[in-house]
C-alpha cells in the first residue's frame, strides 16, 4: 500500500468552493461525506468497477453514481445504444417510438405497471406518485418511511426542511420500517386524511414476513394508495423489482438509478386507474421523453435479461456478504461491526450509540478503505462488473480495514489512529436496527 496524493482534488475543490454552494450538484457526492487530508473529491472518468480521479488515483467503486450504475462505468452495450440514438437525436418537437417499447417493457415486468410515465430523477417519481394519490383519493396527508428525495412534501419531514413552508411540514408523517403499530396509530389518528403511504420496501433490513402484506392490508382498510419506492431496489433486487421478490404488488412504484446505468431516468409506473390521471394531473417538463437516457434503459434491461445479470449480482454480492461476516467473527468484532442488506446493496454497519463517536469511526472507515483504493460510503452499490475477482480484491482490502478496527477497538477508539479531518454528523434516514 503506498500513500495516495489528492492534491490535484483538494485544489480543485478550493477552487469549486468559490462558485458552487457545497462544491458539488449532490450532497452524497460533496467533501461532507469525504473526510480531507485522505479523500478524492472529484472523478475524472470510470471504467467497469473502477473510478479513476483527478489525481491519477483507481479505486474499486462501490459508490457507482449512488447506485445509478448496475452494469458498471462505460458499459460498451448501453454506450453503444446511446451512441446510435445520438446519431438520430437527442430529444424532439414530438414524442418517440422508445417511449412505448420502454412503457411496455416495464408493464412485462414489475407486477404493479400497467402504465407508467418517465422522469429524470427518482424525485420527479416520488412526487408525482404523492400528486396522483393526492389526486385520485381526494386527501392530502402522506405517510413516509426512508428518503424519497429532495422535493417540498417529503424533505419538509426530515431535519432538512430549510426553506419548506411549515403548511407542507405538516402534511406529511413518518412511520417505522418493520413498525406496522407505527403506521396504524398513524391511520388511526389521521382518519380518513392520508392519500398514501410510501416507503422502500426494503433498505438495511429485510421486510418482516408481515410487514408488507399488513402495510397493503392498512392501505386497503383505510383507502390510502400503497406507493413502494424502488429507486433503489429496481433493476437490482430483481428485474420485476423488490415487490416482485416479496410478493406484494402495491398500487404505484418509483423507479431511477439503476435503470439506464447512470443516465438520468426515473419511472413512476402503477395501476392504470391511478396512472390513468396523468392526463389531468400536471407532470410535464421539457426533458421527460430524452431519448439517449431511454435507449440506455432499454439497453441496460436487456443486458441485465440476457445475462441473467440479477442473478450473477446476487452471487458476487453473497460472496461480499459472506466474506465480511467471515472476518468481522474473525477479527473478533461482532460487538459493533455487521453486514445487512439484501446482496446487491448490502451495508457494513458500525454499532455505536453516540453521534460523535460513530463519526470517528465512520472516518476510520473511509480513511482505510480509502488509502487501500476501495471507494465506499458504507454500503455496497454492485454491478454487474463486480465480478468474483473484484470481490476477492474487495475482500482482501476489508481484511486489514477490520483489522484496524480490531486494534483500534482494544486501544480505546479510532482518535488516534485518524490522521485526517474527522467528519461530522451528516443527515442520514435510513435507520439501523
Ligand atoms: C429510495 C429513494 N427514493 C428517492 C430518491 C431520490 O432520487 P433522486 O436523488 O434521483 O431524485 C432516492 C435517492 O437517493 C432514494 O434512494
Given at each position: 500500500?503506498?500513500?495516495?496524493?489528492?492534491?490535484?482534488?483538494?485544489?480543485?475543490?478550493?477552487?469549486?468552493?468559490?462558485?458552487?454552494?457545497?462544491?458539488?450538484?449532490?450532497?452524497?457526492?460533496?467533501?461532507?461525506?469525504?473526510?480531507?487530508?485522505?479523500?478524492?473529491?472529484?472523478?475524472?472518468?470510470?471504467?467497469?468497477?473502477?473510478?479513476?480521479?483527478?489525481?491519477?488515483?483507481?479505486?474499486?467503486?462501490?459508490?457507482?453514481?449512488?447506485?445509478?450504475?448496475?452494469?458498471?462505468?462505460?458499459?460498451?452495450?448501453?454506450?453503444?445504444?446511446?451512441?446510435?440514438?445520438?446519431?438520430?437525436?437527442?430529444i424532439f418537437?414530438l414524442s418517440n417510438e422508445l417511449e412505448a417499447l420502454l412503457a411496455e417493457k416495464i408493464?412485462?415486468?414489475?407486477?404493479?405497471?400497467?402504465m407508467s410515465r418517465f422522469g429524470?430523477?427518482?424525485?420527479?417519481?416520488?412526487?408525482?406518485?404523492?400528486?396522483?394519490?393526492?389526486?385520485?383519493?381526494?386527501?392530502?396527508?402522506?405517510?413516509?418511511?426512508?428518503?424519497?428525495?429532495?422535493?417540498?412534501?417529503?424533505?419538509?419531514?426530515?431535519?432538512?426542511?430549510?426553506?419548506?413552508?411549515?403548511?407542507?411540514?405538516?402534511?406529511?408523517?413518518?412511520?417505522?420500517?418493520?413498525?406496522?403499530?407505527?403506521?396504524?396509530?398513524?391511520?388511526?389518528?389521521?382518519?380518513?386524511?392520508?392519500?398514501?403511504?410510501?416507503?422502500?420496501?426494503?433498505?438495511?433490513?429485510?421486510?418482516?414476513?408481515?410487514?408488507?402484506?399488513?402495510?397493503?392490508?392498512?392501505?386497503?382498510?383505510?383507502?390510502?394508495?400503497?406507493?413502494?419506492?424502488?429507486?433503489?431496489?429496481?433493476?437490482?433486487?430483481?428485474?420485476?423489482?423488490?415487490?416482485?421478490?416479496?410478493?406484494?404488488?402495491?398500487?404505484?412504484?418509483?423507479?431511477?438509478?439503476?435503470?439506464?446505468?447512470?443516465?438520468?431516468l426515473?419511472v413512476?409506473?402503477?395501476?392504470?386507474?391511478?396512472?390513468?390521471?396523468?392526463?389531468?394531473?400536471?407532470?410535464?417538463?421539457?426533458?421527460g421523453g430524452e431519448l439517449?437516457s431511454i435507449a440506455?434503459a432499454l439497453?441496460?434491461?436487456?443486458?441485465?435479461?440476457?445475462?441473467?445479470?440479477?442473478?450473477?449480482?446476487?452471487?458476487?454480492?453473497?460472496?461480499?456478504?459472506?466474506?465480511?461476516?467471515?472476518?468481522?467473527?474473525?477479527?473478533?468484532?461482532?460487538?459493533?461491526?455487521?453486514?445487512?442488506?439484501?446482496?446487491?446493496?448490502?451495508?457494513?454497519?458500525?454499532?455505536?450509540?453516540?453521534?460523535?463517536?460513530?463519526?470517528?469511526?465512520?472516518?476510520?472507515?473511509?480513511?482505510?478503505?480509502?488509502?487501500?483504493?476501495?471507494?465506499?460510503?458504507?454500503?455496497?452499490?454492485?454491478?454487474?462488473?463486480?465480478?468474483?475477482?473484484?470481490?476477492?480484491?474487495?475482500?482482501?482490502?476489508?481484511?486489514?480495514?477490520?483489522?484496524?478496527?480490531?486494534?483500534?477497538?482494544?486501544?480505546?477508539?479510532?482518535?488516534?489512529?485518524?490522521?485526517?479531518?474527522?467528519?461530522?454528523?451528516?443527515?442520514?434516514?435510513?435507520?439501523?436496527?
Amino acid at each position: 500500500m503506498t500513500d495516495l496524493s489528492f492534491s490535484c482534488s483538494e485544489r480543485l475543490l478550493e477552487r469549486a468552493l468559490k462558485t458552487i454552494p457545497l462544491g458539488s450538484q449532490t450532497f452524497s457526492k460533496s467533501y461532507k461525506h469525504y473526510p480531507k487530508g485522505g479523500s478524492p473529491f472529484f472523478a475524472e472518468k470510470g471504467k467497469g468497477p473502477y473510478l479513476f480521479d483527478v489525481d491519477g488515483n483507481q479505486f474499486i467503486d462501490m459508490v457507482n453514481g449512488l447506485a445509478a450504475v448496475t452494469l458498471g462505468y462505460c458499459d460498451p452495450d448501453v454506450d453503444t445504444a446511446i451512441i446510435k440514438q445520438v446519431e438520430k437525436g437527442v430529444i424532439f418537437s414530438l414524442s418517440n417510438e422508445l417511449e412505448a417499447l420502454l412503457a411496455e417493457k416495464i408493464a412485462q415486468l414489475i407486477p404493479c405497471a400497467e402504465m407508467s410515465r418517465f422522469g429524470k430523477n427518482g424525485s420527479d417519481a416520488t412526487t408525482a406518485a404523492i400528486r396522483l394519490s393526492r389526486a385520485y383519493t381526494g386527501r392530502d396527508e402522506v405517510a413516509v418511511c426512508g428518503y424519497h428525495g429532495w422535493h417540498d412534501w417529503y424533505i419538509g419531514s426530515t431535519d432538512k426542511k430549510l426553506g419548506v413552508p411549515e403548511a407542507t411540514q405538516s402534511l406529511t408523517h413518518k412511520f417505522q420500517f418493520n413498525n406496522i403499530d407505527s403506521l396504524e396509530a398513524l391511520f388511526k389518528k389521521r382518519k380518513d386524511k392520508i392519500a398514501a403511504v410510501i416507503l422502500e420496501p426494503m433498505n438495511i433490513t429485510y421486510p418482516e414476513a408481515d410487514f408488507l402484506p399488513g402495510v397493503k392490508a392498512l392501505c386497503q382498510e383505510y383507502g390510502a394508495v400503497l406507493v413502494f419506492d424502488e429507486t433503489v431496489t429496481g433493476f437490482r433486487f430483481d428485474l420485476g423489482g423488490a415487490q416482485k421478490i416479496f410478493g406484494v404488488t402495491p398500487d404505484l412504484a418509483t423507479f431511477g438509478k439503476g435503470i439506464a446505468n447512470g443516465m438520468p431516468l426515473s419511472v413512476v409506473t402503477g395501476k392504470k386507474e391511478i396512472m390513468q390521471l396523468l392526463d389531468e394531473v400536471f407532470f410535464s417538463f421539457t426533458y421527460g421523453g430524452e431519448l439517449l437516457s431511454i435507449a440506455a434503459a432499454l439497453a441496460t434491461i436487456e443486458k441485465l435479461e440476457k445475462q441473467s445479470g440479477i442473478q450473477k449480482i446476487t452471487t458476487y454480492g453473497t460472496q461480499l456478504k459472506e466474506g465480511l461476516e467471515a472476518l468481522i467473527s474473525q477479527f473478533s468484532c461482532s460487538d459493533f461491526l455487521s453486514v445487512s442488506g439484501n446482496p446487491v446493496w448490502s451495508f457494513f454497519n458500525i454499532h455505536v450509540d453516540e453521534p460523535e463517536e460513530l463519526y470517528l469511526w465512520k472516518t476510520l472507515y473511509m480513511q482505510e478503505t480509502l488509502k487501500r483504493g476501495l471507494i465506499t460510503l458504507g454500503s455496497h452499490n454492485l454491478t454487474l462488473s463486480h465480478d468474483e475477482g473484484v470481490i476477492e480484491r474487495v475482500l482482501a482490502i476489508y481484511a486489514e480495514v477490520i483489522e484496524v478496527f480490531a486494534r483500534a477497538k482494544s486501544k480505546g477508539g479510532p482518535g488516534s489512529f485518524l490522521h485526517v479531518d474527522s467528519l461530522t454528523p451528516l443527515f442520514s434516514v435510513r435507520k439501523k436496527d
